[in-house]
């Protein structure tokens, strides 16, 4: 929910772009710097990630964006939403199409296509998990309104229709010009 009202916050006070990070991460000294360009840029991207789990993950476009960090698109938008710029646009499109509150923040923004989003990201990540950092969604347990017998079909015939979405839609658009 905290990531919804960061959402209606950039609308409400008509921010083009803001930093959104959660408050369990070791930062790096980069994201200040990257995080200028893309603000400077704010045309051609919707959604920048700062964090990317995969060490090897599969980038369809890359553009440099500092001496050893990539601005890039992924094949699979990253999951998790330690720190991401969102702009004005993207925070209203997602405030638009979440009406109703149905999966983590993560997963829609992994579901592009259904709020027409534009979402890159910044490889090698320039924030970090802290190890042994304890989630409020981790102390919450298993979601009570799934039966156990349903769980798993349900699961499978998510991750099939999201697979079979995410190979029928791609985002061709350039990456953005940075201003150096």
């Keep these: 929910m905290s990531h919804?009202?960061?959402w209606q916050t950039i609308v409400d006070r008509g921010l083009?772009?803001?930093?959104?990070?959660?408050?369990d991460l070791i930062i790096d000294n980069e994201i200040k710097e990257f995080a200028q360009k893309l603000s400077a840029s704010n045309t051609g991207w919707d959604i920048v990630k700062f964090y990317c789990r995969k060490s090897n993950p599969k980038i369809t476009a890359r553009v440099p964006i500092g001496s050893n960090h990539q601005l890039c698109r992924f094949e699979k938008v990253p999951i998790g939403?330690?720190?991401?710029?969102?702009t004005f646009n993207a925070a209203k499109k997602l405030l638009e199409t979440r009406k109703n509150f149905g999966r983590p923040v993560d997963d829609d923004i992994q579901?592009?296509?259904e709020a027409d989003l534009n979402v890159l990201g910044v490889f090698p990540s320039v924030v970090?998990?802290?190890k042994n950092a304890q989630s409020d969604i981790d102390n919450q347990g298993a979601r009570k309104n799934i039966s156990e017998a349903r769980r798993p079909w349900r699961a499978f015939k998510l991750r099939a229709s999201y697979e079979y979405k995410l190979r029928t839609r791609h985002q061709k658009l350039p990456l953005p010009m940075l201003v150096e």
Excluded at 16 to 23: F, G, Q, R
Aim: aromatic content about 8%; hydrophobic content about 60%; charged content about 15%.
């Design 16 to 23: 083009p772009c803001a930093l959104v990070m959660e408050d």
């Design 128 to 130: 970090h998990v802290i």
């Design 4 to 6: 919804i009202k960061a």
């Design 81 to 86: 939403n330690l720190a991401q710029l969102i």
């Design 111 to 113: 579901h592009w296509w």
